[in-house]
């Protein structure tokens, strides 16, 4: 199995910047795409960037310009700069890993750390 620990969220002010960080660790294979997802309070879990191991990235629309997604295949590691936050951008935040182990393909998922946008 593939464990995902993440870093780097808190309490900021709106226009402020934070920067999480994601590790995977465990029986790592392959790692197809890696990114980040956020659910906020009574509402659906949801994409907010991901990169493929072939360096394809996917933004949210609601980020685009403002947050920048890193990744390191050798390391295994990914991280999202977040610039410019705005309060709506309080969430949860999930690192996500989908992993491909020969015939088995599976989402890993982070424990998920708290970002808090102060107006």
């Known amino acids: 199995q593939v464990q995902l620990v993440e870093s780097g969220g808190g309490l900021v002010q709106a226009g402020g910047s934070l920067r999480l960080s994601c590790a995977a660790s465990g029986s790592i294979f392959s790692l197809n795409t890696m990114g980040w997802y956020r659910q906020a309070p009574e509402k659906q879990r949801e994409l907010v960037a991901v990169?493929?191991?072939?360096?394809?990235?996917t933004y949210a629309d609601f980020v685009k310009g403002r947050f920048t997604i890193s990744r390191d295949n050798a390391k295994n590691t990914v991280s999202l700069q977040m610039n410019n936050l705005k309060p709506e951008d309080t969430a949860v935040y999930y690192c996500?890993?989908?992993?491909?182990?020969?015939?088995?393909?599976?989402?890993?998922w982070g424990q998920g750390t708290q970002v808090t946008v102060s107006s």
């Open positions: 996500n890993a989908y992993v491909v182990q020969g015939y088995v393909e599976y989402d890993a």
């Open positions: 990169k493929s191991s072939g360096g394809v990235t």
